[in-house]
């Protein structure tokens, strides 16, 4: 299938329709994806990307029937990672001369995963590829989201072929923004940004000013996955700059695990408590061991405080928290307040565990926690109540 997307821009992805965990088994799909590639069909004929490995022959075959692979004059690979390169193996079988327009550092991780000796054409910021009447011109993106990302700006259509960024795990047969369901479509791109882009957050701002400091026209970001932004465009610009900027909502977050439910009735009575002195805030708690980690860590980007719980086990935690937690160290929040609370039997590390996660992770930890010992009688449900309360109030 491929697709018109503006003039002789030519959609030639592949949508992945049953696509439900990506990243190996590290980010969920719940809607799937798509690996967007687009054949610009000038006096010069450039393919921008590719789709995933799986994919490549039935890729490659659908390009074939589209346009003698051999009118293919330039590649552009904007990222080397194996969801838009792994196909480029199969289609270099075919044209293994064409060459390749990457970064230096594309470079890199395409011979460090390929291990070919293509014909590498590296460019940096500002060079300029001519198509004919219209050019290209490379945007370096270090780190939105790998070393090797770039962007390309397509001169005359004005799109900008953005690869990761401003994408999200949707796959829809409609492929344009304003055709899709609206809460669906932002609650997948912030998904994405959450648990893919928080740790470069400075470098989204900075990127996107240089951008915008080009200011050139802009019709439409064609992403690499999910759906081309042809209606307002710049609304997702103005998204990803609120979300870099440490964004948070009037949210509080509670996330535990609990083996007897004890540290479970203390999470439902702190969330009671911070609901009995604050009735704006937004509180929402999740039991990890059954909440998509992926769905928890949007609800952490949300929220401007998150509570923490986990009962004593083993003089530690509950591998679903601590899981969490480790995830999150890497993510970089900022600006978030936190604190931990368990039950406990006899030994009661837990609460001190959690806060010195949540501490090294960047989250402001402002007092020791609360911990219980066993099943939370009339007293200790109170207790719990006044911690809530107490929290909402600092
Ligand atoms: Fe969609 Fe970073 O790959």
């Not at 687009?38 to 004929?45: A, F, G, I």
Request: proline share 3%; net charge negative; aromatic share 10%.
């Amino acid at each position: 299938m491929s697709m018109r997307v503006k003039n002789n821009i030519h959609w030639v992805g592949k949508i992945d329709w049953e696509l439900r965990k990506f990243h190996g088994d590290e980010y969920s799909t719940h809607k799937g994806s798509s690996y967007n590639s687009y054949l610009v069909r000038e006096q010069k004929v450039a393919l921008i990307d590719t789709v995933w490995g799986p994919y490549a022959k039935e890729f490659v075959d659908r390009l074939a029937a589209e346009i003698d692979l051999k009118k293919i004059d330039y590649i552009i690979a904007s990222h080397a990672e194996s969801d838009h390169s792994g196909a480029l193996p199969e289609l270099m079988r075919h044209i293994p001369d064409t060459p390749i327009y990457c970064t230096k550092n594309g470079v890199k991780s395409l011979t460090g995963m390929y291990h070919k000796d293509w014909n590498f054409r590296t460019v940096k910021t500002g060079d300029k590829l001519s198509l004919g009447d219209k050019e290209l011109v490379f945007v370096e993106a270090p780190m939105l989201h790998w070393p090797d990302s770039m962007f390309s700006y397509l001169t005359g259509d004005a799109v900008l072929f953005s690869n990761d960024a401003f994408g999200q795990h949707y796959a829809s047969e409609s492929m344009f923004n304003d055709l899709v369901d609206q809460a669906e479509l932002f609650q997948e791109c912030l998904k994405y940004y959450a648990n893919i882009l928080t740790p470069f957050s400075p470098m989204v701002i900075r990127k996107i000013n240089e951008v915008l400091g080009f200011k050139l026209p802009l019709d439409m970001i064609l992403t690499s996955h999910g759906i081309i932004w042809r209606d307002k465009p710049a609304q997702i610009v103005e998204k990803y700059l609120q979300w870099a900027d440490n964004y948070q909502e009037n949210q509080i977050t509670i996330l535990y695990d609990t083996m007897w439910n004890s540290t479970r009735v203390m999470a439902e009575e702190i969330a009671a408590g911070i609901g009995e002195v604050d009735t704006e805030v937004t509180v929402k708690l999740y039991n990890l061991a059954k909440t998509d980690k992926n769905d928890a860590i949007t609800e952490v980007f949300k929220s401007k405080a998150v509570l923490v719980g986990s009962p004593t086990i083993n003089n530690g935690i509950l591998v679903s928290v601590a899981a969490l937690l480790e995830e999150m160290k890497g993510l970089k929040f900022k600006n978030k307040k936190a604190a931990a609370f368990g039950s406990y039997g006899w030994s009661g590390e837990s609460v001190k565990v959690i806060a010195r996660h949540l501490t090294e992770s960047g989250f402001l930890v402002g007092d020791e926690g609360l911990r219980l010992t066993w099943a939370p009688d009339g007293e200790s449900r109170k207790a719990c109540r006044e911690y809530g309360r107490t929290f909402a109030k600092t």
